[in-house]
């Protein structure tokens, strides 16, 4: 009995202390990987900075690729010549809600399963714009790089996406 009796009164110390126990070490544990994110951060040649201004991440991102962006005061002469394609890169229901007059819908999401449909509208030499729901997106770019890989070059980025083109008091076909 008495062995029992020592067991039980270990057993419900072992209770009381093991919440508190694995408390201290989540926190040690998180902490410690905490400090070595840091570290590592701090000694790599580019570290990510700790507070940035990520509104113009994609367009940065695009310059930096090489592509050519376009601003909203160029869209209307260009939808107005006719010469040029213009690629929704947002999803299909989206599309369906309204998109840019003439636009074609390129999901980026899966542009590769339909890319052979879309081709039948438009040659390698074409110009083409590409555009998604806003300058925070990055549907437009995912596109464009796509493009880019099928040998296409004469592509650019629409700086400010559709919702731009609505702010600009722009058409919207449905």
Not at 144 to 158: P, V
Request: with cysteine.
């Amino acid at each position: 009995m008495a062995l029992m009796s020592m067991l039980d009164r270990k057993t419900e110390r072992f209770r009381i202390r093991f919440p508190w126990a694995l408390f201290v070490r989540a926190v040690l544990l998180t902490a410690t990987a905490s400090l070595a994110g840091m570290a590592a951060n701090w000694i790599r040649p580019n570290p990510v900075p700790w507070v940035g201004d990520w509104s113009n991440h994609v367009e940065t991102v695009a310059i930096r690729e090489g592509f050519r962006i376009l601003p909203m005061s160029l869209v209307r002469s260009l939808l107005a010549d006719g010469k040029t394609i213009f690629l929704d890169a947002r999803s299909a229901a989206d599309y369906a809600q309204g998109h840019l007059p003439g636009a074609l819908s390129a999901p980026a999401d899966d542009v590769a399963s339909h890319f052979g449909e879309l081709q039948a509208f438009f040659d390698r030499e074409q110009p083409m714009v590409v555009y998604c729901s806003s300058d925070t997106c990055d549907e437009a770019l995912l596109l464009l790089r796509f493009l880019r890989g099928q040998g296409y070059t004469d592509t650019a980025l629409l700086l400010g996406g559709f919702e731009g083109w609505r702010q600009m008091g722009g058409e919207v076909e449905r």
